[in-house]
């Protein structure tokens, strides 16, 4: 199946910004590297959301080594925010970044947010990629910080993109979902559930998008011409997620 084309990214005549934004849980880096920068230079995004980016030895040279590849640079996050990560071509102009701890919970693995806000043709829009916790009473709690964090931005546009470790019907995905635009419920394109690559069953993984900025499509990628079922089962253990999405022009 070839997949209708997503606009590309572009500056409208009335400076509104149409963006690509990636989300991709890319474990680690621990799989096939060449397949999972094939991936991400076919979606050609203007944002990439990371989850489960190196954090360990030497994982900031690694978390280069993807940017490089990819003709993207590195926006902030990795091991500073356990685990997001952020990444940017040059049409971003980055205003702030900021790496968020969440607290940890004794036994539970620590998790973190990696969040910014960058201007696209003016127009200034806060990011925060995260991976919410596998147990359900903190990953919802994650869920309350999570939105509380995007209040406090100081920025009327924001997307927010991860690993939910929950699905459309679970309290944490309804509760995003009732305070932004899931992106794939508003505007679907391509395929819906992200995990497994082998045999995907659940949507796990998502973009979601304060109101005001409109969402011209959201899914998984398989069959955008470039990515291939071959890399996509190779690259890690997730698909990703794409959206292009039109963020209005700055007021004067």
């Not at 070839?2 to 409208?12: G, I, K």
Request: one cysteine or more; proline letters at 7%.
């Amino acid at each position: 199946m070839v997949l209708t084309p997503l606009p590309d990214s572009r500056t409208e005549p009335d400076g509104s910004a149409v963006i690509r934004v990636l989300s991709y849980n890319i474990r680690s880096m621990r799989d096939d590297r060449e397949a999972l920068a094939r991936v991400i230079t076919a979606c050609a995004p203007d944002l990439v959301l990371v989850q489960e980016a190196p954090r360990f030895f030497r994982w900031r040279k690694r978390a280069a080594w993807l940017a490089a590849r990819t003709d993207l640079v590195v926006l902030g996050g990795g091991a500073t925010a356990a685990g997001p990560l952020l990444l940017c071509s040059l049409r971003a102009t980055v205003e702030r970044t900021q790496d968020v701890l969440l607290p940890l919970t004794p036994g539970l693995h620590r998790r973190g947010f990696a969040t910014s806000v960058v201007r696209i043709a003016g127009t200034r829009i806060g990011l925060l990629s995260f991976h919410l916790s596998l147990q359900r009473d903190e990953r919802l709690a994650q869920t309350g910080m999570l939105l509380e964090r995007l209040d406090d931005m100081g920025v009327e546009h924001a997307i927010a993109a991860g690993d939910l470790n929950d699905v459309p019907t679970g309290g944490a995905f309804r509760r995003l979902a009732g305070r932004l635009q899931d992106c794939w419920a508003v505007r679907p394109w391509g395929e819906e559930h992200t995990y497994s690559p082998d045999d995907p069953r659940r949507r796990i993984d998502a973009i979601f998008a304060t109101e005001g900025i409109e969402v011209l499509g959201c899914g998984v990628p398989a069959g955008l011409p470039g990515v291939t079922e071959a890399d996509l089962r190779a690259a890690t253990d997730h698909l990703p997620v794409l959206a292009a999405l039109r963020v209005p022009a700055m007021l004067p």
